[in-house]
Every structure is written in C-alpha cells, then in structure tokens.
C-alpha cells in the first residue's frame, strides 16, 4: 500500500521558518505594542545631512549618498579637496545632554568596533571594484555627530576623523 499523496502546498515554506530574531522582534512588539522595525529614528538622516554639509564646507565634493553595494552601505561618498582621493565616509550620530553628567559618555566614534572596520574595507573595495577607481587613492573617514536634546540652544558636535580606518586592515 502506497502512502498518502501530500499536497506539497501543505507544506511549510522553510524560507518562512521563523528566525531568533523574528521571534524577538515578535515578542518585543508583544511588549511594546508597536511595530519595532518600522519605527525609524530621524537622528541618523539628520546626522548624515550635517555630516555632509560640514565636509563640503571643507571642500569635499559627495558623490554619493547611502551609496548600497552587496554586504552594505556607504553612509557617504565624498571626494577629497585634492580631487583625486575617493573617500567613504562613515557617520555616526548621538543624542547627548551635556547638562546630564550622571550616564557616562561613549563618543559616537567608538561604536566603529572590529567588525564595522572589515564591513567597511569590504564595501569600499566593491565600490572601488564597481566604479573601476583602481588607479585613484581611497580612504575610509569617520565622522562623529553629537546632537543635543530638541529645543537645546546648544549647536550639534562634529568631529572628522580623515583615516579614521586603513583600507588595507593596518589599523
């Protein structure tokens, strides 16, 4: 006797199998009430956009904004005042409240950890690939963003860090 046919619609898709963190995501919205996903926090845009104005400031040219590549994204790609040297920059934003001396404070600049350092080489190689700017210097920056509390007199931070990351993994 032959077995029962399965209707293989009946079947779960394991491309639909749920994950770990659908699974957290799922509960934190249990807890929460909201959707945690498509909640966005308008500081890194904000961020990026200052970023940005204070480097062509100093005479960068962009070239690209959130510039996507296979394994990431470019936040910025700016083109040195020297004209020739291409320039992957990375931004990060913090609130911070000077008045308040009680949390201790991590500069935005510590966040770009190990990791971040490889994703970042990794993306400005494909970039690099991509564009064919073989033949032109590259280096990867960081710029730091502090923002005060909304309605704060106070103006936002910002510090650029040229080299902030050696392409090649010296660093």
Do not use: C
Not at 34 to 63: C, F
Not at 104 to 123: D, G, N
Not at 137 to 159: C, H, K, M
């Amino acid at each position: 006797m032959l077995p029962p046919a399965v209707d293989p619609s009946s079947r779960p898709d394991p491309r639909q199998r749920p994950t770990w963190q659908s699974a957290l995501r799922a509960f934190a919205r249990g807890l929460f009430g909201a959707s945690t996903s498509n909640a966005r926090d308008p500081l890194g845009p904000i961020g990026e956009q200052l970023a940005e104005a204070h480097l062509r400031d100093q005479g960068y040219r962009t070239l690209a904004r959130n510039a996507r590549v296979r394994g990431g994204e470019a936040d910025l790609l700016m083109l040195d005042p020297d004209g020739q040297t291409i320039v992957l920059v990375e931004v990060k934003s913090r609130r911070v409240n000077p008045a308040d001396s009680s949390t201790p404070r991590f500069t935005p600049e510590a966040s770009v950890h190990a990791t971040k350092r490889r994703k970042l080489r990794r993306i400005l190689a494909r970039l690099v690939r991509a564009n064919r700017w073989h033949s032109r210097p590259a280096r990867i920056d960081v710029v730091a963003v502090e923002v005060p509390p909304d309605g704060s007199p106070i103006q936002p931070t910002i510090r650029h860090t040229p080299n902030a990351v050696d392409p090649r993994g010296n660093d």
